[in-house]
């Protein structure tokens, strides 16, 4: 989602200017290997299909030692050590590539990581959510860009985040990547949680269905297919009573969500406390609801049973003949 989100958004206001000035031509530096071609493509023939498309890195099939060989040759002096690693920083995330990512065994190693561990205590942080979108942290109220900022800034210190990923590209070969994305992978699983006590199973099933296939429509550079805004209806229709507070402990290199507090957490109910006490049904109504809830695997199993014990008569019934064929 990270930089498959951006480049959409990128993309939609490179064209957008791009109309405005009336270019003759828009050019990227995407390989022919990747899925960022295809992203940028894709969106300046639907916005701007009068516009030629230059792509000098992919037509000429040039290699990161050739581009950096390039960039020496006309004097561009840079830290080439740390520029041998492809890094693209995001709000929601920060994307790291290099040649052990080439491979399926390597790890990257620690000095590849832009932010590097700094705090080796431990902290507590209070996420806020409204509606299911991020608006404070630790009580203080923010715009959800600034929390997301607010929020990477506290936790890349400890060096949470990271992790390699391995995917399917929109042109059929796998990729790995290395990434870094405190605040996201905070933010996910304290939203997550707090979705686990206030939206009903149901909610939360299809919720996860749903989002499973929108973040795969916005990774192959699908944001304008129509269904995409149906889902969004969903998504956002679903997130009315997701508004509380989550909280979680940060440490080196990983983060424990403690809990919630919300208005609509729905353990609060006064119907039972899960393990402990129930409060609107007796015994013999769970027995009664068990007895029924067992119906169809009493069924199934009978049916098995009868249909079983068919065939091993009818077996034994064949078994008995050829024997006594033989006999004779």
């Excluded at 192959?220 to 507070?245: A, H």
């Excluded at 199993?301 to 009818?314: D, I, P, S």
Aim: proline share 2%; aromatic share 10%.
């Amino acid at each position: 989602m990270s930089v498959s989100a951006e480049r959409t958004y990128q993309s939609i206001a490179l064209a957008k200017y791009a109309k405005e000035i009336e270019a003759d031509y828009i050019a990227h530096g995407s390989t022919g290997a990747g899925n960022d071609q295809v992203r940028f493509d894709l969106v300046f023939q639907l916005i701007a299909p009068q516009i030629e498309i230059l792509t000098p890195i992919r037509e000429q099939k040039l290699s990161r030692e050739q581009e950096v060989a390039y960039l020496k040759s006309h004097g561009v002096e840079l830290d080439w050590e740390k520029a041998k690693y492809s890094i693209n920083k995001g709000l929601w995330g920060t994307s790291v590539g290099g040649a052990e990512t080439l491979t399926s065994h390597k790890s990257l190693p620690e000095e590849a990581y832009p932010s590097q561990l700094v705090e080796n205590g431990s902290e507590t942080v209070t996420l806020e959510f409204e509606n299911g979108e991020l608006c404070g942290i630790n009580d203080e109220k923010m715009n959800p860009v600034k929390a997301i900022q607010t929020l990477e800034n506290i936790a890349k210190i400890y060096a949470i985040g990271r992790n390699i990923h391995v995917g399917d590209t929109i042109i059929g070969i796998k990729g790995r990547v290395g990434f870094e994305a405190a605040a996201a992978s905070i933010i996910i699983k304290g939203h997550h949680t707090l979705e686990k006590h206030t939206l009903s199973k149901w909610q939360m099933y299809w919720k996860e269905q749903l989002s499973n296939w929108y973040g795969m429509f916005i990774h192959e550079s699908q944001y304008f297919e129509p269904v995409m805004r149906n889902i969004e209806t969903f998504l956002e229709d679903s997130q009315k009573t997701v508004t509380g507070k989550v909280f979680v402990e940060l440490a080196p290199y990983r983060f424990v969500i403690q809990g919630i507090e919300s208005d609509f957490d729905l353990m609060k109910s006064d119907f039972g406390e899960y393990g402990e006490m129930n409060k609107n049904w007796s015994g013999d109504d769970v027995k009664g609801f068990t007895k029924i809830l067992g119906n169809s695997l009493q069924i199934f199993n009978q049916v098995q049973t009868k249909a079983q014990t068919k065939a091993q008569t009818k077996a034994q019934t064949k078994a008995q003949q050829k024997q006594q064929e033989n006999g004779k």
